[in-house]
């Protein structure tokens, strides 16, 4: 059976879906692999460690994929990708499924298209959670960010020219991306404080020495608080009121605010609001992971840094796990090779089993029909 | 008396020789601070904020420096910013004295120039000691500046998707840039060797948590190692084909090199040369705190990053301090409010006392005669 491993063409998309590591594994199961030319650069990756691997290079996108039965992709086909796909081949990619304009056209070609972002967060399926590999790279990324813009240390220093005070640090959202924020400012020596719609999140954010920041919940409240799939879900007007105070007071004291809070397949939540970027310190740093969802603060701007008039910088990068291409790839791989035991077969090659709960969950076109939204 | 900050104007040059904390105790000696508009804004310090601490702010240079009897800078005044100094002000700076081709201008215009790198590394003086205060800041940068270009985590993660490995970081030279840059790596999680002439600092090294790389020494060269000025010396040839090739072969298992090796009035030492970075790692990072002084690695560009063809990146930003513009700042000024102590009498104002062997070592222009390379 042909595996393709194309080159990404989306801006900015430096990862890509497959290693040395992985390609090797692929060779030893009987796959023939073919990586384009070029894939890997971005990744730190050369031609020469996929051809060692046991991969064939080859020239071009066209050339790649001709003839593969799956293609492991970072990103969904676009449509200049799609002709060259074989009829019927299988593509598993990020496939941002609830605003890809194309899965009809997925559809007509017959693809077997798999979405790795509607993988369930349960322990069986946790290795190939593409959302929690990548999105542990992100926080790690948007501390470093912030440290980038910050013009301060983080850590206290202690000199001969006097004391220097640590930063401080507001992460709002304590998932992966949050938790791992956390980590790497604590470790950079800032003071942090966390927030999170979750209580759950509280016991985690202080096992990392983060300060947890509550808002009082009510009965019903506590009870609706966690929900299926490890998301946080929307909470009552009154709530979000007593929310955005707490968040407002603690922003303008802190010297980095880092945002992580995305509800899957709505516009991000608005955390941080004009008026509390104004009553921010001049020289504060905020960085929205959600800014390609719209941003937890609407004065983002996506792939910008923003400058306000009291000295605020917004930094509003997208793809931050892009920016540490060459371990998001790593594990983004691996993520795939997991997720490849479901459909690859020893005996019969590649099999679509929609038993299998993954399977069913990540499936959005088969047989010519979109099934994303249909379930 | 009036002290005059004004807003720096050489190229990349974020930092200000005042901060408000500095003002205020200037203000509360008595003196009168004329500060020029904007000159904090690169260190996140706005106007309004020296106003408050008792400066007016004056609109342009000249307004800040007119009849100002000393001058704090954070640069050696420009030809451009020459005439409007009052005759015989004393002007306290960054003067790069073994490279300024001014030094006879600021004589003919009978300015007390003081050079703070020339400040004696004695302990009477470590509260003046501008090189260190800004070399620290110089070491953290040079860590999150080789994070930002590093593909990979710095440090091990252990991920649902398997475990990645943490960065080898190699830094040679550990004064206090190499010293904060060990610190600061190893905070950020990843595994850090160090290399420096002076066997002393391998005690220094090991108490940071880093592996002292050694050259074995002869006794001859164990009691040439220590100079006086801390500062590392010229060592014979024999010692350096030893030391070439153990540097060598840890840069080669490095995924991250910094280089801080500086010796006073002369160019930087070579110490990673083009072969040794031929063999270095596709996406291993260097980043050439010397780049100023000529390069530790004679491949580095001022403030380029370049990228060789085995995929190495060579990051050679100049005034990394400055990247850090708000601490930097701090402690620069904090460091001329000390030195301000020798030269500031609360009965005489200014005075020069040229018997305190502080003053002696940095005054380089007096009573129209260059004092410094006369000594």
Same mark, same amino acid.
């Given at each position: 059976?042909?595996?393709?491993?194309p080159r990404?063409?989306?801006?900015?998309?430096?990862?890509?879906?497959?290693?040395?590591?992985?390609?090797?594994?692929?060779?030893?199961?009987?796959?023939?692999?073919?990586?384009?030319?070029?894939?890997?650069?971005?990744?730190?990756?050369?031609?020469?460690?996929?051809?060692?691997?046991? $991969?064939?290079? /080859?020239?071009?996108?066209? &050339?790649?994929v @001709? #003839? %593969?039965? +799956?293609?492991?992709?970072?990103? $969904?086909?676009? /449509?200049?990708?799609?002709? &060259?796909?074989? @009829? #019927? %081949?299988? +593509?598993?990619?990020?496939?941002?499924?609830?605003?890809?304009?194309?899965?009809?056209?997925y559809?007509a070609?017959?693809?077997?298209?798999?979405?790795?972002?509607?993988?369930?967060?349960?322990?069986?399926?946790?290795?190939?959670?593409v959302?929690?590999?990548?999105?542990n790279?992100?926080?790690?990324k948007?501390v470093l960010?912030?440290?980038?813009?910050?013009?301060?240390?983080?850590?206290?220093?202690?000199?001969a020219?006097?004391?220097?005070k640590?930063?401080?640090?507001?992460?709002?959202g304590?998932?992966?991306?949050?938790?791992?924020?956390?980590?790497?400012?604590?470790?950079?020596?800032?003071?942090?404080?966390?927030?999170?719609?979750?209580?759950?999140a509280?016991?985690?954010?202080?096992?990392?020495?983060?300060?947890f920041?509550?808002v009082p919940?009510?009965?019903?409240?506590?009870?609706?608080?966690?929900?299926?799939?490890?998301?946080?879900?929307?909470?009552?007007?009154?709530?979000k009121q007593?929310?955005?105070?707490l968040?407002?007071?603690?922003?303008r004291?802190?010297?980095?605010?880092?945002?992580?809070?995305?509800?899957?397949g709505?516009?991000?939540?608005?955390?941080?609001?004009p008026?509390?970027?104004?009553?921010?310190?001049?020289?504060?740093?905020?960085?929205?992971?959600a800014?390609?969802?719209?941003?937890?603060?609407?004065?983002?701007?996506?792939?910008?840094?923003?400058?306000?008039d009291n000295?605020?910088?917004l930094?509003?990068?997208?793809?931050?796990?892009?920016?540490?291409?060459?371990?998001?790839s790593?594990?983004?791989?691996?993520?795939?090779?997991?997720?490849?035991?479901?459909?690859?077969?020893?005996?019969k090659?590649?099999?679509?089993?929609?038993?299998?709960?993954?399977?069913?969950a990540?499936?959005?076109?088969?047989?010519?029909d979109?099934?994303?939204g249909?379930?």
């Open positions: 059976m042909k595996i393709a491993i990404e063409t989306a801006l900015r998309e430096t990862r890509v879906a497959a290693t040395p590591e992985t390609v090797k594994k692929y060779v030893a199961m009987g796959h023939a692999v073919a990586v384009q030319s070029g894939a890997g650069v971005a990744s730190a990756i050369p031609d020469t460690a996929y051809a060692e691997a046991g $991969a064939s290079i /080859a020239a071009d996108y066209a &050339a790649t @001709d #003839g %593969a039965d +799956v293609v492991f992709k970072v990103r $969904a086909p676009s /449509a200049e990708e799609l002709p &060259a796909l074989k @009829d #019927g %081949a299988a +593509v598993i990619a990020l496939c941002d499924p609830y605003r890809n304009p194309l899965l009809a056209d559809a070609r017959k693809l077997d298209v798999y979405a790795m972002e509607l993988v369930p967060r349960t322990t069986r399926a946790q290795a190939m959670d959302l929690s590999s990548q999105a790279i992100a926080g790690y948007a960010l912030a440290a980038e813009y910050y013009p301060r240390f983080f850590p206290m220093m202690m000199t020219a006097g004391t220097v640590p930063a401080r640090v507001l992460i709002l304590a998932g992966v991306a949050g938790l791992q924020a956390i980590a790497t400012a604590k470790r950079l020596g800032a003071v942090v404080e966390a927030f999170d719609v979750r209580p759950v509280k016991e985690q954010v202080e096992s990392l020495g983060g300060k920041v509550e919940l009510n009965e019903e409240e506590k009870k609706q608080a966690e929900t299926a799939g490890g998301y946080a879900r929307e909470m009552s007007d009154d709530y007593r929310q955005a105070a968040v407002d007071k603690h922003a004291n802190a010297d980095i605010v880092i945002t992580t809070a995305l509800i899957p709505r516009p991000a939540p608005v955390l941080i609001k008026e509390t970027v104004a009553g921010m310190k001049y020289g504060a740093v905020l960085v929205d992971l800014v390609e969802n719209g941003g937890n603060c609407p004065l983002s701007r996506l792939n910008e840094v923003v400058t306000t000295g605020v910088k930094v509003g990068y997208g793809n931050l796990a892009g920016l540490v291409a060459a371990d998001a790593a594990l983004y791989a691996r993520n795939l090779l997991n997720f490849a035991g479901l459909i690859l077969d020893k005996e090659g590649y099999v679509v089993n929609r038993e299998d709960d993954i399977v069913a990540s499936l959005v076109t088969h047989a010519g979109v099934l994303f249909k379930g």
